[in-house]
């Protein structure tokens, strides 16, 4: 019969604390991501720093529902460097712990940029009004290698705003990411954010990248807009456009103007 999952965890946990081999310890690191309880958080938060085990020891600390874990990570923060900082940066984001915006911001200062940009994406996914605001803080001074992983950051903010109905923040976000001039693909995003979130008063950067076809990238957008948003005001836009814009174009338009 199968071990009870404390009779399990038990187990694992006195592997990890072994001289057991790190494939062994790897797996019961792997192991403890399904069973694992508050009890196993410091066996594991003690691998953080291995350079063979460390992976391992978040995969199971990500799945752990306790705050334990999360403090564990959050502790990690000031005594870890380079990839095995970065990895639990990478951990911290993937829980949104929003607890750990004040490291992470320091984090985002690391002359490594491995961890200034794990920091970045980490602040993102927490998105919460203090992770926006030290994103958008950040962005007109970061390194120019570092300022499109904060505008993408920022973008992701962005989208947690639209997603709780709060367009009006996400529209200034969206600005903000547009004024920073990064580069293409980050201002096509940004369009994208700025226009949903805008809707009515959003249409005519819709309209202006149905007009630029030469423009793959902006009239890509616009086509894939009018999928997102569609209603009666983007359908007499869609129409007016039809009647002004050339063949090759009418080709592609036709197609979105039956979704509607």
């Known amino acids: 019969p199968a071990a009870a999952p404390s ?40 691998l953080l720093a291995d350079e063979t085990l460390a992976c391992y020891a978040r995969y199971g600390l990500e799945t752990i529902a306790d705050p334990a874990a999360d403090d564990a990570l959050r502790e990690a923060l000031s005594r870890l460097q380079g990839a095995r900082l970065a990895g639990v940066i990478n951990s911290i984001g993937v829980r949104r712990d929003a607890k750990a915006v004040d490291g992470l911001v320091k ?10 940009s794990a920091a970045a ?27 499109p992983v904060v505008a993408e950051a920022c973008l992701m903010c962005a989208e947690q ?28 995003a940004a369009i994208r954010v700025s226009v949903l979130a805008r809707q009515l008063a959003g249409l005519p950067q819709l309209v202006e990248g149905l007009r630029t076809p030469q423009d793959k990238a902006r009239f890509g957008l616009a086509l894939r807009l009018i999928r997102e948003m569609p209603g009666p005001e983007l359908t ?20 979105a103007a039956f979704i509607l």
């Open 7 to 46: 009779d399990q965890q038990r187990s694992l946990i006195a592997v990890l604390q072994s001289d057991a081999p790190p494939e062994r310890k790897a797996l019961a690191c792997k192991r403890l991501a399904v069973v694992g309880t508050k009890d196993a958080v410091p066996a594991l938060a003690a």
């Open 107 to 116: 984090a985002l200062g690391d002359k490594d940029a491995d961890v200034a």
């Open 121 to 147: 994406i980490a602040l993102g996914h927490i998105a919460n009004p203090a992770a926006a605001e030290s994103l958008l803080k950040a962005l007109p001074t970061a390194p120019a290698a570092l300022r």
């Open 161 to 188: 705003r639209l997603r709780e109905g709060k367009r009006d923040e996400a529209a200034a976000i969206a600005e903000a990411v547009l004024k920073a001039n990064v580069s293409k693909q980050v201002d096509v």
């Open 236 to 255: 007499q836009v869609l129409i007016a456009e039809l009647q002004k814009a050339p063949p090759e174009v009418q080709t592609l338009l036709i197609p």
